[in-house]
């Protein structure tokens, strides 16, 4: 049944050209209606003023409608750089970093990735959908409406397969929609045979195995100091892009070790963090299609500098905006805190940071064309806020913004969501 929602006090549209994608200047651009209306199904019927619906609609009396009571409304948050599917805390590692513990160092004890993957092993699946679920529904609480979901703390082909069977089932537990994304190249695992070994079994038995099923979309690589290298990444990747699975990768957060370079080359749909990218792969962003996925939750929380999003966008970059959610270096569900990090601490507008959030984080996942913008023919994911202003989701911090999430044209409110009739 259509429903029409008027008295939109300000409508952020974020409308995409026909590209899907708003690089550099044109992130500021959200394509505002005040005093909107919006006509939904499943998809996007109309997007127009409230005068011009009210000509157009007004004699249809078996239309439902439905009073957004001057509220701000705008694309849904498309998270597209998560994991979280695990088991187990590192709080532990959290309170030893404030004192001056580094990352790598507590990787060195046994630490890190590691705990984590220890504590996801032992978990069963049921346990581990159960405590993910409760964490997507807390970002759908906050105004997500599709998230990214990386395997990647199983490190073994069994116990990878287990997180992705976890991820499908949780497909079907919650209304938000669900990328999966096979990250088996998080970390050498410890009982590896060999680092070669490992990596050959990525190659030959995991990546045909989920790409034979169906279960992942993406396959992802931490390309780091530490972690893989640039001739390791590449050749897992280029053994995904074989079976069909698209690339993302991990770039450049620690050091700059050419990840950047590598995304691009390999036609990535995203290099994540970038941190420390060098200056002159900033540019290349410009010129090809992989979005610059920046996680300001993450250098928060590692207390590291920022990434360079000024120099990104300015540049003509695709910038996204991702929350990073792990146990480990980001442990948050929520866009609106990292947006409101992206604005105070990596010098974004409001409106580059909405852009980041909604449309980019969908190119980030190769749905730019489906969902991160109210343009007609898209799903109906948006979210109505408490206030008549998008500035608002910056303005007034730390708390939630989000009064309702439409996902599909389907009404949910908060604590905890539900369906309302």
């Known amino acids: 049944m259509s429903i029409l929602l008027t008295n939109i006090s300000e409508l952020a549209t974020v409308r995409a050209p026909t590209s899907g994608r708003k690089p550099g200047a044109e992130m500021n651009n959200l394509g505002i209606i005040r005093d909107a209306a919006l006509l939904v199904e499943e998809r996007i019927l109309w997007v127009g003023t409230r005068t011009e619906a009210e000509k157009r609609f007004g004699s249809y009396q078996a239309l439902e409608r439905y009073d957004c ?34 990352y790598h160092e507590i990787a060195a004890r046994g630490g890190g990735i590691m705990a984590t993957v220890r504590a996801t092993r032992a978990a069963s699946e049921d346990e581990l959908l159960e405590s993910a679920r409760q964490r997507v529904l807390e970002a759908l609480r906050h105004g997500t409406t599709t998230v990214e979901i990386k395997s990647g703390y199983g490190l073994s082909l069994e116990y990878e397969l287990k997180l992705l069977n976890v991820i499908e089932r949780l497909k079907h537990e919650v209304p938000v929609r669900i990328v999966a ?92 963090h970038l941190l420390n990218i060098a200056p002159e792969s900033i540019p290349e962003f410009a010129r090809w299609r992989t979005v610059a996925t920046l996680l300001p939750g993450t250098a ?122």
């Open 300 to 421: 928060y929380t590692l207390r590291m500098p920022m990434a360079p999003a000024r120099g990104l966008i300015d540049a003509g970059a695709t910038v996204a905006l991702a929350t990073d959610c792990n146990p480990g270096s980001c442990r948050t569900e929520n866009m609106q805190t990292v947006i409101s990090l992206a604005i105070h601490l990596a010098g974004m507008t409001v409106e580059e940071a909405i852009t980041a959030a909604t449309l980019h984080g969908a190119a980030a996942l190769l749905r730019e064309h489906e969902i991160g913008s109210l343009d007609v023919g898209k799903y109906a994911d948006f979210i109505v806020l408490d206030s008549p202003s998008v500035v608002d989701l910056a303005y007034h911090f730390g708390t939630n913004r989000v009064a309702e999430v439409w996902i599909g044209g389907k009404r949910y409110v908060q604590n905890p969501p539900h369906l309302c009739s």
């Open 181 to 272: 994304t096979l990250l088996g190249a998080h970390a050498i695992p410890p009982d590896a045979p060999s680092r070669e070994h490992y990596i050959d079994m990525l190659c030959t038995e995991l990546i045909p195995e989920v790409a034979r099923s169906g279960r992942a979309t993406f396959c992802d690589v931490f390309a780091d100091v530490g972690y893989f290298t640039i001739a390791e990444a590449e050749k897992i990747l280029v053994s995904g892009l074989d079976w069909g699975l698209q690339p993302k990768l991990h770039a450049d957060e620690f050091a700059d070790v050419g990840a950047a370079r590598l995304a691009i080359a390999v036609g990535a749909a995203s290099a994540d």
């Open 69 to 102: 009571k001057g509220r701000a409304v705008l694309p849904g948050f498309v998270d597209s750089h998560t994991h979280i599917v695990f088991a187990g805390s590192r709080a532990n590692e959290y309170a030893l970093r404030l004192r001056g513990v580094s």
